[in-house]
């Protein structure tokens, strides 16, 4: 029977999942560490839900103590080195480099305290100068020359030469129907 809350019935610990927490990699990681200085069974806390996906998804193996009570030690597998290797190249790729995030041509500016901003000095400004015009109002918008309904012919001009959004046919157009709209409303 086909169960209509299946979309919504969660991976956890199923190792359908494609992806894995931080603190998951946080012992994937620890493991490989581990196992590179000589010493690939150890005993890392993890709780249960984690062991169960990593354990589904075939990333550690546990190794039982040989007595009774003692601590279950795991190991990272060749697929849980092969998915920490992605993960850190994932996650180097989205680090921002030397480059300015915005022109990515120039180094990025280094503040007075030493850290690097995101953006080069030029952009830097410049940004500073957008926010501010957006925080005063001072953007202001192009006016368009253009009927708004029709776009094709210049918008028509009251007697002191403001500017009405529509053209003069467009106007008349719009002021005809709202007169239909007030007549039939007095009719009821
Ligand atoms: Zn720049
Ligand atoms: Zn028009």
Partial sequence: MANIHQKKQSHFGTGKSRYLSRQAYAVLEALAAAEQQGYPFIVV?????????????????PHHGLHEGEAVAYRITPRGKQALRQWLQRSQRGKPGDLCRECRQRQRHQQPSGRLAAYCLEC??????????????????????????????PRAQTPKGRLYPYCVDCRKARETVIRQRWRERMKK
């Fill in 124 to 153: 830097q400004r410049e940004y500073h100068r957008k926010r501010y015009h957006l925080r005063y109002g001072l953007v202001r918008q192009p006016k368009k020359k253009l009927c708004a309904d029709c776009g094709q012919q």
């Fill in 45 to 61: 806390e993890i709780n249960h839900a984690l062991r169960l996906t990593l354990m589904v998804k075939d990333l550690i193996m």
